[in-house]
């Protein structure tokens, strides 16, 4: 038999071991979802949509589950997690949004306007930053920027008006933020920046040579027609924020709490806040309490979904946009 | 009329069977037997088998197969005479007031000169053709008449272009480029409308935001003076990169003079296209010429002969000679230019 | 700027390089003169910024890493003079990292061959490049729990560290490894991938002109000429599990020392547990024990270190491949 494994293989043989070993694939994320919904099921069964709403905060729920036995009971599966919510869709949605923006321009400064020699170093410096480990942005916020907000931007009286329910420390929105737009901007920016490059040059001198300024020429026919691969670039960066677990838990001060505008801007920026991927990284050590295992898992699965409805967004709106392409 | 010319030759290999001392028939592709592939030999008659295609039959010469006739030539044309030839030209419109005027141009990438010292002067109502074999120089000069040698950092110059009396340097680029419009080898319309690619200068060139309504009659007549309108009229808002090559060189010919350009510079406009296309753009290059000047760079010397009025001719960077299409080509004064029009080097 | 050009015949012009006359911003429409200030703005700012990061951590770097933390083991102690240096994070890191790899190897290059060369039937194809990307796409703590799912069964137990009462503790480095893997996965795949279909075709035809069947040619003749792709592709791949802070963080017990479990040695090591360089950054801020900021700022320089080597590689591979074949290597996102 081993003569027989020895000889060459038939082609067809040969295609049907690859095509096997491929769909190993396949059959771990099969797996991976299947896992993942199994344990978040008790915790959706019990608590059902309202899980999302707004009740007891998540801390002391969590903090009754880790108390409980093998087997709880039904209610300590009680869970809303409104305030995890929250927190994820206000940094993702603000980080993304400013860096989108600053890509955009950074790349089309990087592309058009640089001089060469500032353009050759600043190209390799993006992709370093675009590889850095998220705990060492993480470090750099808990070491740098949280102490300076803490001790020299919020004021005493900050500090007083909400005494009663949260604790100003400088760990919050503002530098939560800050360190997420710098962590995902130089994603966006490379692609960004490639997506520039590719496109035919032709065009722009075509646009040059109707008279536009090369300015103008740039946005109104390269980043045009890059649309669709700043879209793309733009989700890939949303799904990383969203995704982002170990420096939000760092720097965003790891409590559950909905900043409002109640006692005015400042207040706001600098409110403490948790996202559902630091929640996991927070309570990971009560996961072997069964109800709040399953309020992890079902916080997984939320992820997942959101990653998946993510990149669905992203074909979605890039097919409007690839209507005046080259087709075949 | 193949045959005749075959026959005229005899030095010539490519010979259908005259050593076999038979009349092969070219007219017909469709030999007793039936097989009409090309391959298929002129054996004797009677002789069917296409297996015979390595000459094994009786004194067999090296097997050629028949030549086969296009659908478009199977009536025969009669031949245009000369003179006719020259009349699809639009009659000559009386040559208008000048619009560019090159003063001892010279222009150097680093240390190679590319052009040297060429003085020229420019009509409106007159097609002028630069031509000469590759390298001349013709594309840089024309690329030098709305300063987009610029965008090559090592370009230098010398020497002065002035556009109605003004020295085109001391323009600003995007108003030079405005008023001195390109159209490029390789037809290059926009990834967007038919509709935005014409009312692209359009809308840039004006200080407010003109909207549609305002547009669409600008529009439609740049693609009637184009000659393209009659083909897209149905749906102008269809992308534009789905049109054929001559449709979108056409379109780009109506990007270009939509804004009402005074001059019009083309590249090599119809080296990428086919035929036909390349006829319908020649006879709008005609129409075109009343109302702007036209300067084409072309290395098709008949081309050259049919559509321009005059004629520059530039070898390795110097402008050899100038002067109306038909001395050019017919009574050359320079040694160079007749061993060019003739064909001795290319 | 002016420049003397020779002309025919000795004879020199002199000529002018540069721009004529250019429309000055001023002259432009309100919206393009705010593109133009936000372009600048936002350039300036992006060097700047990038500037300060690189900047400060080389100077903290500098400033607390030494060689003899790099080979000293960490030491449960109160102040940070005598906690000890970083060798067992540095070890584990490194075990991490073959682990993940070598389970993710195989299987990306093989899915890569197979989408590459065969790819029939076209539902199959399509969803594995689906199921792939779905792998990039996931966040990577979503990753670390579906590991510790899995390793908690309770048939896992011989892969996992042994906790005190009993239950499958499901924490090892093969646990974190087998989870690694599937975080190199799509980086290999994509470049190994990409790089096959550069393969032009007549590299195939010319193979099976003579006579070898696919899977012959595939070895011997595709594969050898995508190693530059496959090597970009595991760099890449590595450059992703160094830096991967949230599975080591559920998967490890965050020991400080490697702890084998049992007694059989190179098993041993693999069931057991330990710590890597991240963890150790994460322990070591504020955020987790706090105590040796110092610590931090030096393992976090060695990690940003080895992330620039390895993007150096990247870049090194990517030249030497253009000028021995011709073909470029897609260099990819992160």
């Known amino acids: ?328 | 009329m193949l045959r005749g010319n075959a026959m005229a030759d005899p030095a010539d290999p490519i010979h259908l069977g005259t050593d076999r001392g038979e009349t092969p028939t070219v007219e017909h592709v469709h030999p007793a037997g039936g097989s009409a592939t090309v391959e298929h030999l002129h054996a004797a008659p009677g002789e069917t088998s296409s297996a015979q295609l390595d000459g094994s039959g009786a004194g067999a010469s090296p097997s050629v197969p028949p030549v086969r006739t296009i659908v478009l030539d199977r009536a025969p044309l009669p031949a245009t005479p000369p003179d006719e030839r020259r009349a699809v030209r639009p009659a000559a419109a009386a040559s208008g007031p000048e619009r560019l005027r090159l003063e001892d141009v010279s222009i150097a990438y680093g240390s190679k000169p590319a052009v040297k010292s060429v003085s020229l002067s420019i009509h409106q109502g007159e097609v002028l053709a630069l031509i000469g074999p590759s390298g001349c120089g013709k594309t840089t000069l024309l690329r030098t008449l709305n300063r987009l040698t610029e965008l090559t950092p090592s370009a230098a110059r010398a020497g002065t272009i002035r556009l109605d009396g003004e020295d085109i340097h001391d323009l600003p680029d995007t108003s030079l480029r405005s008023r001195v419009a390109m159209v490029f080898q390789q037809p290059n319309p926009f990834p967007m409308s038919i509709f935005d690619n014409v009312a692209f200068a359009l809308r840039e060139q004006s200080r407010r935001r003109p909207g549609r309504r305002e547009l669409q009659p600008l529009v439609i007549d740049a693609l009637r003076r184009a000659g393209l309108y009659e083909e897209v009229k149905d749906d102008l808002g269809r992308p534009a990169l789905r049109l054929s090559g001559g449709q979108q060189q056409r379109l780009c010919i109506a990007r270009a003079i939509a804004p009402r350009p005074e001059v019009l510079l083309m590249d090599e406009p119809c080296s990428a296209l086919d035929p036909i296309s390349t006829n319908t753009i020649e006879q709008l290059i005609g129409e075109l010429r009343r109302e702007l000047a036209v300067v084409v760079v072309t290395h098709n010397l008949a081309q050259a002969r049919r559509i321009a009025d005059k004629v520059a001719f530039m070898y390795l960077g110097d402008l050899v000679e100038y002067g109306d299409t038909e001395e050019v080509f017919e009574t050359p004064r320079a040694a160079r230019t007749r061993e060019y029009v003739q064909g001795a080097f290319g | 700027m002016s420049t003397l050009v020779p002309f025919d015949f000795d004879e020199q012009r002199v000529m002018q390089t540069g721009h004529g006359r250019r429309s000055s911003p001023l002259s432009w429409r309100w919206r393009d003169r705010v593109a133009l200030v936000l372009a600048w703005v936002a350039g300036i700012g992006l060097c700047l910024i990038a500037a300060a990061i690189v900047g400060y951590f080389a100077f903290r770097g500098v400033q607390y890493l030494r060689p003899g933390l790099i080979f000293s083991r960490p030491q449960i102690s109160a102040s940070q003079a005598g906690s000890g240096g970083f060798l067992d994070p540095l070890l584990g890191t490194l075990i991490l990292t073959l682990v993940g790899i070598m389970l993710a190897l195989p299987l990306a290059v093989t899915s890569a061959v197979w989408m590459s060369e065969y790819a029939r039937p076209r539902w199959l194809a399509r969803t594995i490049e689906s199921c792939i990307e779905i792998v990039a796409g996931t966040p990577d703590i979503v990753i670390a729990l579906f590991g510790l799912a899995v390793f908690q069964l309770s048939f896992m137990g011989p892969f996992s560290f042994e906790a005190s009462g009993g239950g499958v503790y499901g924490r090892s480095f093969l646990a974190a490894g087998a989870m690694m893997s599937l975080i190199a996965l799509p980086p290999i795949f994509a470049a190994t991938r990409d790089g096959l279909q550069a393969v032009p075709a007549h590299m195939r035809e010319a193979a099976f002109a003579l006579g070898k069947t696919r899977i012959t040619t595939i070895r011997r003749v595709l594969l050898p000429s995508v190693r530059s792709n496959m090597a970009t592709g595991v760099t890449l791949g590595v450059s992703r599990i160094i830096g991967d802070t949230a599975i080591v963080v559920l998967l490890l017990a965050s020991s400080l020392r490697l702890e084998p479990q049992g007694s059989v040695p190179g098993l041993g090591l693999l069931r057991g547990t330990g710590a890597t360089l991240t963890t150790y950054v994460f322990d070591n801020s504020p955020a987790g024990e706090g105590a040796a900021p110092q610590k931090a700022y030096a393992a976090a320089f060695l990690l940003l270190l080895f992330v620039l080597a390895l993007n150096l590689t990247v870049e090194r591979i990517g030249r030497h491949q253009e000028r021995a074949t011709g073909l470029s290597v897609a260099t990819g996102a992160v």
């Open chain 1, 1 to 328: 038999m081993l003569a027989r494994l020895r000889k060459p293989w038939p082609d067809s043989r040969a295609e049907r071991m690859l095509g096997a070993v491929s769909c190993l694939v396949a059959v771990i994320v099969v797996g991976m979802i299947v896992f993942v919904a199994v344990h978040a099921w008790p915790t959706f069964a019990h608590n059902g949509l309202s899980w999302l709403g707004s009740g007891e905060s998540p801390e002391s729920s969590f903090e009754k589950m880790q108390a409980t036995s093998v087997h709880p009971p039904a209610s300590a599966y009680h869970l809303r997690a409104w305030p995890l919510l929250y927190g994820t869709l206000l940094i993702t949605v603000a980080a993304v949004a400013f860096a989108f923006v600053v890509s955009v321009f950074a790349s089309i400064f990087i592309v058009e306007l640089a001089p060469e020699r500032l353009r050759k170093v600043t190209i390799p410096v993006i992709r370093l930053l675009a590889s850095v480990p998220s705990v060492v942005y993480g470090l750099l916020g808990v070491l740098v920027l949280v102490p300076f907000v803490g001790n020299h931007l919020v004021t005493a009286s900050q500090k007083a008006s909400v005494a009663n329910e949260v604790e100003l420390t400088g760990a919050g929105l503002l530098v939560t933020v800050v360190i997420l737009t710098v962590m995902i901007a130089p994603i966006m920016i490379a692609l960004t920046c490639e997506a520039l490059s590719a496109v035919p040059s032709s065009w722009r001198e075509g646009a040059i040579a109707l008279g536009l300024n090369p300015l103008r020429a740039i946005l109104a026919v390269t980043v045009r027609a890059a649309r669709p691969a700043i879209v793309a670039a733009a989700v890939l960066a949303t799904a990383r924020a969203l995704g982002e677990a170990i420096m939000i838990s760092m720097v965003s001060g790891s409590r559950s709490f909905t900043p409002n505008l109640d006692h005015g801007l400042l207040v706001f920026l600098y409110s403490p806040l948790r996202t559902f991927a630091s929640a996991i990284v927070d309570f990971r050590e009560g996961i072997s309490a069964p109800a709040l295992g399953s309020s992890l898992y079902a916080i997984a699965l939320l992820l997942l979904l959101g990653a998946f409805v993510l990149s669905i967004c992203g074909y979605l709106i890039k097919l409007p946009l690839r209507r005046y392409e080259v087709r075949g």
